[in-house]
């Protein structure tokens, strides 16, 4: 990749950075609009790219994509088949209630959309439980409702995805964009050594925190985190907290992976966990 | 001549926000954007294939009054053209704009609030950027005062407006459209032909002589365009967020 | 979507609607297709009201309406009318907070002795001089007080006890600064003087006179002190809205304050108050400066959601070879006011040897309008301002 080219509203996208396959058609991510000029010389209207939003222009060239990536922290919107963690409100006969971002509308989770569950055998979830759950719908038009499962809907299973409530542990918040970067590096973590989108704060964490059993974490897109290590028993909290100062270290203050991996050793020094 | 500064997403409960300060005028203007959003209780007003905008400004140091109604339905009317309104998500939601001036001398009653419009006009753009609101295109603004001799001035202070003929806001779209044009005074309409002139040479780097309408960033040579400001302001940002992907690469 | 109700009988009668049921359900359509008449039928565009595009409403000013007034006029443009009451009211310089460190600090008045004594005629520069004053005296006070309300029922969606509509705020602010900026009045006629008897030891019957000719006393004389002001509260009320308020509320404005009479006022030195005579021929009229006429435009254009569509917006070169498409129409009506988006106001003036000067000029909420437009928009004002000048010298 060369320089990445950085597109303001109503640029047009130069010609040249357009993937050249001619195999498959392009797609075409958000951010950008495809727009035609009816061209009076030939009779083929011109087709012109523009960006809608300012973001650094990405093409795939293998799966013939081009994309925009905006500015990463904002609000979660969300959006169909996106993992996230919630948080149960109330329930009622039929749905609990969950808050997935502050102050906006509660979306809906079936008591029945676990895995394996029936009337007898559903999850009783309390007020405050923590669920990871996949944004099921999320309804058309003003005042929608947004639907939560906890099953993959095709298989009636919990994976992929370790789907379902999630006991003990602890939630950090973290922003939206950290949270996309955390599930892609794990969506994505084929090689050992090279590091996925400049994160090695959790292999090296692994690494670090094997003696104490290691740890399980689920991200959700909504910018939330949740940790657990209860077997490292005496040291639950600590390792807990750890992992999360980590987290947090490196979305807050953007570090680059040498300086993810200070921030460990340092964090875990401090914590008297080495 | 000291240039403006601006920064994107400072606020963090905001989808987007920019502060812009323009140490010239004393101007500093901080804006967050909401969108899209839910308005309530007025569903019926809303547009059913557009998205509704909404412009609050608040005074630094008083409450709002009538001047600023006038400033937001300036701000309303003009965004509502650059904003995609009928984009996935948007329409029958809200894109909800406030800007608070932060600094810089407070209006006085039925003084004329043309000086702020471009800090206004910056802070939202950048706010509306770092929101990912679409929009069709930029867009940049500059104040000219034109003296009882004729001269143009740049970007006058607001003790030096008080004493010009007359005063001048324009603002020019990224393709050269005049967007807004905000003239009070006295003047003839060949004075508000120098002005638009000078303005469109502030705003925009001239240099679209690219058929093809791809600006080239190489222009500028002394940097004073407002339009390779904002972009830089953009790109820093960008930049600044996406460190990691663009090092790792 | 392009058949006219002209062609109505054209279409199954089951399925004919009235023209103001499809005015109604489709306004865009309804007003592109009068103004785009099919090429065969060679018929001028027109506007959905009859007007040609650049053709304003009849307009009719009625002077001195409200007797309780010290000036009032009522415009109709069309059907939108305002009616505007000026009530003048004294302010005293004693309640005035920081009257005396104000009349310290600025050398007003030392200035204006200057000139008297240098004995120089009042030139082109010492008028701006006083232009400048009479601006500050009259922000700085708030002499001026205009107010608009959007009276209920003046248009449907107005409803009783409603707080003031962003509109009318919005155009409150407008009309008040462009009161400041064009310095319709003249601080002088606001300003009560008095001049405090020379209570020598020698000469203690003096008159009070300006005593101009004796220049030995002139030099002891005290100077002469504002002791109040009158503030003019001017308040609009638009009682039926029918598009294009600002017109019709400036109008009125202008027509009220040149009707406004102020009765002679004096400071009496014993009751140490501001006395009023009700004799109407001791009122004087205020002299105002030029007449300033707001003309309004909107930019109907042919498809609302061109910016949106999936072509590229041209840039502006291009599109000044294409200016097709839409159509400025001045004085919109409230059909159209809601159908636009882009608009354009200009407040122009004509000075004594007939040059338009520009007062105002307001574009904004689109991109169809640039220099030669409005270069046009302004001849079409200053022919207004023709217009406006017999209906104001009529009433």
Known sequence: ?274 | MVGPTASLSNLHRADGSASYKCPVTGYDVLGAVNAPIELPARKDALKPEDATIEVFVKPGKATAGVGERYVERILRTMLEKVILGREKGLPRRGVVITLAAVGGEAAERGDSYITIIPALLHASLLALISAAVPLSMTFTTTLLGVTRSGQIIRDPSPAAAKAVASLHVLSFSSKGHLLLSESQGRFDFETWELVRQQAASICRAVATTGSDGDTDMGEGADGAHVDAFVRETVEDSLHRDYTWKLESA | MASTSNEAPAVPPSLSLPPSQFARLQPHAYLLAHLSPPAATNQPSIRANGREPLQFRTTSANCGSLTHTNGSAVVRIGDTAAVCGVRAELLHTDDIASWSVARTSSASTNKRQRLAELGEDVTEEDNEDEDDQDRAHIEDLSLLVPNLSLSTGCAPGYLPGAPPSTTAQSISHEILSLLHSSRLVKADDLRIWYQPPNLGPEDEQMDVDEGAGKKAETEEQKPREIKAYWVLYIDIMIISLAGNPFDAAWASVVAALRDTKLPNAWWDVDNETVLCSDDVSEAHKLTLRGLPVASSFCVFEADAAAGWRAKPIPNAQQQKKDGKGRWILADPDGYEDNLAHERVSIVVDKEKNGKTVILKMEKVGGWTIDTEDLRRLVDVSSKRWDEMKQIFDQC
């Open chain 1, 1 to 274: 990749m060369t320089t990445p080219l950085i597109l303001l509203p109503g640029d047009e996208v130069p010609s040249d950075y357009l993937p050249s396959s001619k195999s498959n058609p392009l797609k075409i991510g958000s951010g950008l609009r495809l727009l035609s000029q009816p061209s009076t010389k030939s009779k083929e209207p011109n087709h012109v790219l523009s960006a809608t939003q300012a973001g650094i222009l990405e093409t795939d060239a293998r799966r013939n994509t081009i994309s925009l990536l905006s500015f990463p922290n904002r609000r979660y919107i969300p959006t169909t088949n996106d993992l996230i963690i919630a948080q149960v409100h109330h329930s009622s006969a039929d749905f609990f209630h969950c808050m997935i971002t502050p102050h906006t509308a509660q979306a809906l989770l079936g008591q029945l959309s676990f895995e394996g569950a029936t009337k007898k055998t559903r999850p009783m979830l309390k007020q405050g439980d923590i669920v990871y759950a996949r944004v099921l719908s999320v309804g058309i038009g003003a005042g929608a409702e947004v639907e939560l499962t906890c099953v993959n809907p095709a298989t009636g299973k919990a994976n992929p995805g370790g789907l379902g409530p999630l006991n003990g542990g602890m939630v950090f918040d973290l922003s939206t964009g950290m949270a996309a970067r955390l599930l892609h590096a794990s969506s994505s973590s084929a090689d050992d050594d090279e590091p996925v989108d400049g994160l090695v704060v959790l292999s090296e964490l692994g690494k670090k925190l094997e003696g104490f059993g290691g740890f399980e974490l689920a991200v959700g897109r909504n910018g939330k985190v949740w940790v657990d290590c209860s077997n490292a028993e005496e040291n639950a909290i600590k390792v807990t907290i750890a992992i999360g100062r980590c987290l947090q270290g490196t979305d807050e203050h953007n570090l680059n992976p040498a300086d993810q991996k200070k921030l460990v050793t340092r964090t875990l020094r401090d914590m008297k966990l080495v």
